[in-house]
């Protein structure tokens, strides 16, 4: 009888044990599920990294300290500053685009004309027309919110990785 009762005792605490890991396995991933994407990107940098960084250390016969800094010093130059020039020019264009695409708009509202294109196809005008059944200024004002969202998120995006 109290055999049974210590197997029955050992059976809960094998249950017990398991919920408490799956529920600790579960929070730690909520926990740091914001982090994923960064902690993924940084597990391919360290992979591709390391033999650089296992060359630098054979070849120069250097302490690790310091082929750990000629490491990060190559990577900076050679990764992110050119990753860097390239999204700021990337914002840049985005907000050229913005100012050339709201500048259609307001000579277009300002003329009280249709879009400029559809005037030649008559079919096309009446197709957009059915689709949208909003006015051209406000159809060119959301066209112009879009390009706007999507040059801030644009520099968003650039001010992050920076």
Same mark, same amino acid.
């Given at each position: 009888?109290k055999k ?12 017990f ?5 799956? %529920?600790?396995? /579960?929070?730690l ?13 940084a597990?391919v ?16 016969r ?12 190559a990577?900076?130059?050679?990764? %992110?500053?050119? %990753?860097?020039f ?5 914002? *840049?264009?985005?907000?050229e ?9 307001? *000579? ?22 059915? %689709? ?5 200024e *406000?159809?060119?004002?959301?066209i112009?919110?879009?390009? /706007? ?6 520099f968003?995006?650039a001010a992050?990785i920076?």
């Open positions: 009888m049974q009762s210590s197997d029955q005792i050992l059976g809960l605490q094998k249950y044990l398991l919920l408490s890991v799956l %529920l600790f396995v /579960g929070l991933f909520k926990f740091l599920s914001p982090f994923l994407g960064t902690l993924f990107i597990t940098l360290v992979t591709a990294i390391h033999p650089f960084y296992e060359w630098i250390m054979k070849r120069l250097l302490r690790r300290g310091l082929a750990a800094l000629l490491t990060l010093l990577v900076v130059v050679v990764i %992110l500053a050119p %990753l860097t390239f999204f700021f020019s990337l914002v *840049e264009q985005a907000a685009a913005y100012k050339v695409v709201n500048g259609h708009i307001t *000579e277009i509202i300002q003329s009280d004309s249709t879009l400029p294109f559809l005037d030649k196809y008559p079919k096309l005008q009446e197709w957009v027309e059915k %689709l949208a059944p909003l006015s051209v *406000e159809t060119l004002s959301m112009g919110n879009a390009v /706007g969202s999507i040059s801030t998120f644009l968003s995006q992050n920076v």
